[in-house]
């Protein structure tokens, strides 16, 4: 089973074979909870989010054409809930929003392949200093090794714009990688 394509599988369950959808849930769980995680900043918001993604993509999968891959349509709900539940708690409360952000996290295994944990630490740093959509950018351009027009398809935005971001955030997380270095060189001496 672990051959089947997306598109098999979609129009599987639209047929009537609904229990092909865990399937589906199986297979792409991990990608979408990092997205939620990556927007969010909290794990339960992440877990709570994916749950609903889930829910949101098998209620519209009638209205999925495959004109794209079934990846990048879930994404895009992933993206569009996620960031609608960040807007739902900034208004809630702004200390609920902070306190999230403090919290400790655990990052989803195999997030990153990188040889040390100083290096980690120091881009974790930095990527905590970006916005929820600037880290999404980045998370699917170097991580998710995705093209500007699969990104454009999930955000919905320009790819010239998404360039522009993409190019500011690298830009801020140089920066930011910088400082920290300089502060642990002057520590040392």
């Known amino acids: 089973m672990e051959k089947l394509e997306d598109a098999y599988i979609v129009e599987k369950v639209k047929s009537g074979d609904r229990q092909l959808f865990a399937y589906l849930v199986n297979r792409h769980k991990q990608m979408v909870y990092r997205l939620c995680f990556r927007i969010l900043g909290s794990n339960e918001e992440a877990e709570e989010c994916a749950q609903d993604v889930f829910v949101k993509a098998y209620r519209s999968l009638g209205k999925f054409k495959g004109d794209s891959q079934f990846s990048t349509w879930l994404y895009r709900i992933a993206y569009n809930t996620s960031l609608t539940r960040l807007d739902k ?94 502060h642990e060189i002057k520590s040392l001496l």
Do not use: D, W
């Open 89 to 182: 708690i900034k208004r809630k409360s702004f200390e609920a929003l902070e306190t999230n952000q403090m919290a400790e996290s655990v990052e989803p295994e195999g997030y990153m392949n990188l040889c040390h944990e100083e290096q980690k630490q120091y881009l974790n740093k930095a990527l905590s200093l970006l916005a929820p959509e600037e880290k999404v950018l980045m998370e699917l351009y170097y991580f998710k090794e995705m093209s500007l027009k699969e990104i454009s398809e999930i955000t919905g935005k320009p790819e010239n714009n998404i360039k522009v971001k993409i190019h500011r955030s690298r830009a801020k997380l140089k920066a930011s990688m910088l400082q920290s270095l300089k």
